[in-house]
């Protein structure tokens, strides 16, 4: 399950309300979408930068602080994906969108979307391609493999 929201805020709104006008609300959404409260979700924020040198500043510095981070450009705009686990909860929320709203202001960033996925649920592409490497190296099928090498209580 994922959870995105988009936006094209100037970067005195971004100040203004942030990526995550109404914590609540989102924590509302994210539990109607069917991503559970009492786990751990992955967050991501989308930033764009108008500016390369700016860009290519907010991703050193973002590689320094506890964030996962992805650097792409697009056609108009650098892009900056900061990511990582985080509980729903809406201290755990609300300490990003602080965290995120200071980051942008620092280094000159607008937002484009913030992200919730689900870390309990199986990640497609992952699945895909062990069922391919699977099929490749022998006959028996992952599932199988995963039985076999599992004694009941273990998650392979």
């Known amino acids: 399950m994922k959870l995105v929201r988009s936006g094209n805020a100037s970067h005195g ?24 409260p009492h786990r751990d979700a992955f967050v991501s924020f989308h930033l764009r930068f108008a500016d390369r040198s700016a860009w290519e500043r907010a991703g050193q510095s973002a590689a320094s602080l506890a964030w996962e981070v992805s650097a792409y450009s697009r056609p108009q705009a650098h892009m900056l994906q900061l990511s990582g686990p985080t509980p729903l909860t809406e201290t755990a929320v609300e300490h990003l969108r602080a965290a995120i709203i200071a980051f942008a202001a620092d280094n000159d960033a607008t937002w484009e979307s913030v992200a919730i996925e689900d870390l309990a ?36």
């Open 13 to 36: 709104d971004m100040v203004a309300t942030g990526p995550i006008p109404d914590v609540r609300g989102l924590l509302a959404e994210a539990a109607a979408a069917g991503l559970d």
């Open 121 to 156: 649920q199986v990640n497609t592409w992952k699945a895909i391609a062990e069922q391919r490497t699977g099929s490749h190296e022998d006959a028996e099928p992952a599932a199988e493999r995963l039985e076999q090498d599992s004694d009941g209580g273990e998650v392979a």
